[in-house]
């Protein structure tokens, strides 16, 4: 009992943010982590590994399955679980920040999907800014493939595997590349993410306006706007994401030179003149099967974390922010 009430104590003393932050690196986390495989997968996709481009979805699962073991599915997860944990605490605290601060800052502004969306693109740019390095990390990690002495499948040998890990990476990257080289793919991120992100909580929220008041908590409905809301958002943002991860791995399959390397228009229109704009689609198959669970998981943990952290209904501190403001304007 008193433990109880000491753990009750804890939440009710900690700040809002705080609680807001908590909430979503643990969503981050579990989302991540519950479509690991399928995000390497789509990384070897993207990144123009013909091998697994050529044998598709299955073949990839039994190719990966016999040269690594079934960690081999998780090569590169400790990098984005890394990243993903301060990345989605800082995306979903931001964006219920930002929110607060345009209602706070203009409090005649309507509660509607294009607050959401301003918010949450906002939110997606500043989590990116932030991360940013750790999903260079990630991306570098999980595009190589490590053999193996019982298969015969072409692949990097043990002795000539780049990177060995997530601090080696980091340290070779920032050796060869300076600063920069770890904020290498950063502007089609921040290009994808704005849109994405925002397009993401705006269909979210819209949709579960539209869910009837008796069924508001109802966690299959949750899963369901989270679907629908990831699946339009990452459609409408994908091509971004082939750019961003060809830049990353660049220096992987090409010896170009740092000052010769492309940008992402160049890298974008070049993707689409020598191999055909279906490349700027390619592992989308496989990102639905990801994005769909994982954004529905996200947004459903999310909700679910707010009610145990007893994280107030966002109508409360919007409205003491509007009252606030209100007072200071007629004293």
Known sequence: MAEGEEKNGIIDSMPLFAKELIAGGVTGGIAKTAVAPLERIKILFQTRRDEFKRIGLVGSINKIGKTEGLMGFYRGNGASVARIVPYAALHYMAYEEYRRWIIFGFPDTTRGPLLDLVAGSFAGGTAVLFTYPLDLVRTKLAYQVVGSAKAQVKSIPVEQIIYRGITDCFSRTYRESGFRGLYRGVAPSLYGIFPYAGLKFYFYEEMKRHVPAEHKKDISLKLVCGSVAGLLGQTL??????????????????????????????????????????????????????????VAIGFTVYDIMKLHLRVPPREEPEAEAVTTQKRKVFT
């Open 237 to 294: 943002t994908y091509p971004l994401d082939v750019v961003r991860r060809q830049m990353q791995v660049e220096r992987l399959y090409s010896a170009v030179k740092e000052e010769t390397r492309r940008g992402t228009m160049q890298t974008l229109f070049k993707i689409a003149r020598e191999e055909g704009w279906k490349q700027l689609f390619s592992g989308l198959s496989i990102n639905y099967l990801k994005v769909v669970p994982s």
